[in-house]
């Protein structure tokens, strides 16, 4: 007895760590991320290793407040296929390849600690929480800003992009696609409200009040970041994102449509719910095509002229790529190799891109053939438990892993197109979001309880 009154103590002091900092962390985690999107992006090479550290520090507050029982045989096989390439040197050249492979190391701890924050509840919690208020804040300045900067209209920046919003990163459609990942997470956010068994349980007349008052930074998400997101003028970037949310938005309602084991009052409000937001983000989007100018609209009349120049360039990377072909000219090559095979009738068109726009094909010129097939597989694993998660039947709501996999289709389809995962803000945030998901997923399998705020009579999700 004396014993089991002296470990008593310890036991919730260490509880009382462990939820400390899995909250701290939580919370933190999506707080570096927007500050890392004010930093360009932190796609310079101090930027980059500043965050980088952040994120190693995170992880390893992450760890003494939960243990190493939490590393996962995932993460020790990522970590070990890392150091493999780094001690061959298949990265390329150190002082070439430097920040991508401190973005990649950082990807590595953000995932991680996002694994670890997933499978817990109360984390999980406060890491969706944090991502909707910090990514507002963001798409508020960044709308703000945008506002204040067309009144001068002699800038550089926006005679470059004819006043197109770029939320300070150096492509308009890298915004676009931070923007589109702010929607989907807010559709998610307030899809989960509707879920809720206070929700349900209103009356009819009081639902639109209850969902407006709990969802409000969810809504103020959704409407800020569509609005900034037809803004960016991103002609993939906005074909793209107004497909993947109004099709997370009818899976997000689809089983009420489906369940007979609900009220048809229920159905009916949430049908109608599903109409209401999708007919808001498709009148937001063409209100603000009318203010801007017409500047979407006009720069998809040009799409073919710019597909015939875009086609001129993959053709040219193609060829850069069958120089190198197994295992490429090395991580932070691109700019090197396009001035070296530039001439000066493709000047105009390869002196400003950057990257090749697409990310399969600036993988294959880096990295070649071995890496982009490593990485290709490395990323289907990691979605691997999430897929397995939405697959199974399940008592609990799967919003989240939902708005995941959308995240991951609007990144990779857009990434045919432009060069966002190469900005290592996004991809970070991407690391996140898939951390997160592969915890709750895990936690989701291994916990088969029903949850009675959600589903209390036993409805699958």
């Known amino acids: 007895m004396m014993a089991d009154s002296g470990t008593q103590p310890n036991r919730k002091r260490w509880n009382l760590t462990v939820d400390w900092s899995i909250k701290l962390v939580a919370a933190g985690m999506p707080c570096m991320l927007v500050l890392a999107h004010f930093f360009s992006g932190a796609d310079t090479v101090n930027a980059t290793a500043l965050f980088s550290l952040l994120s190693f520090v995170a992880f390893g507050i992450l760890i003494l407040g939960t243990g190493l029982s939490n590393i996962t045989t995932g993460m020790l096989a990522l970590a070990g296929i890392f150091a493999l ?45 944090a991502l909707v208020w910090t990514l507002l804040f963001f798409a508020l300045v960044a709308f703000v800003a945008h506002l204040i900067g067309q009144q001068d209209a002699s800038s550089v920046i926006h005679r470059e992009f004819k006043g197109r919003l770029m939320a300070g990163f150096g492509s308009p459609n890298t915004a676009a696609t931070l923007f589109v990942i702010a929607s989907l997470i807010a559709v998610s956010s307030i899809g989960l409200i509707l879920k809720h068994r206070e929700f349900r349980t209103q009356k009819r007349s009081d639902q639109i ?33 107004l497909l993947v949310l109004i099709t997370l938005i009818v899976f997000d309602f689809r089983i009420a449509t489906r369940s007979t084991k609900r009220s048809r009052s229920s159905l ?22 009318i203010w801007s100018g ?8 040009n799409i073919m002229n710019d597909t015939g120049e875009r086609g ?22 691109f700019n090197a190799v396009n001035d070296a095979a530039m001439t000066m009738d493709a000047a105009p068109q ?31 694993a990691l979605h691997q438990p999430i897929l ?12 989240f892993l939902r708005m995941v996999i959308a995240v991951s289709v609007v990144l990779l389809t857009h990434g045919m ?18 951390g997160l998901g592969t915890g709750f997923a895990d936690r989701n399998r291994a916990n088969k309880t029903v949850d009675p705020d959600y589903y209390p009579s036993g409805e699958a999700s």
């Open 85 to 129: 390439w780094l001690a061959f040197g298949l990265f390329g050249n150190w002082y070439q390849a430097r920040t991508e492979v401190m973005a990649l190391a950082a990807g590595l701890a953000i995932w991680s600690t996002g694994r670890i924050v997933g499978g817990s509840s109360i984390g999980l919690q406060f890491a969706k929480s």
């Open 209 to 241: 009040t209850y969902l407006i008052g709990k969802g409000f930074s969810g809504h103020a998400l959704l409407i800020i970041s569509f609005s900034c997101l037809v803004l960016t003028a991103s002609r993939a970037g906005n074909a793209i994102g």
């Open 268 to 289: 009916l409000s949430r049908i109608r719910s599903a109409k209401a937001m999708t007919l808001m983000v498709l009148s937001g989007g063409l209100a603000f095509l």
């Open 294 to 301: 017409g500047t979407l609209a006009s720069r998809s009349a």
């Open 312 to 333: 001129e360039l993959y053709s040219t990377y193609w060829n850069i790529w069958r120089d190198q072909p197994w295992f490429g000219h090395g991580l932070g090559s």
């Open 350 to 380: 390869m002196l400003p891109v950057g990257a090749a726009h697409n990310v399969v094909l600036q993988w294959l010129i880096q990295q070649g053939l071995v890496g982009t097939v490593l990485m290709l597989g490395i990323i289907m």
């Open 388 to 399: 397995k998660a939405l697959i199974e039947p399940s008592d609990r709501p799967r919003n």
């Open 417 to 434: 197109f432009d060069y966002a995962l190469e900005i290592p803000s996004i991809m970070w945030t991407w690391a996140l979001l898939l």
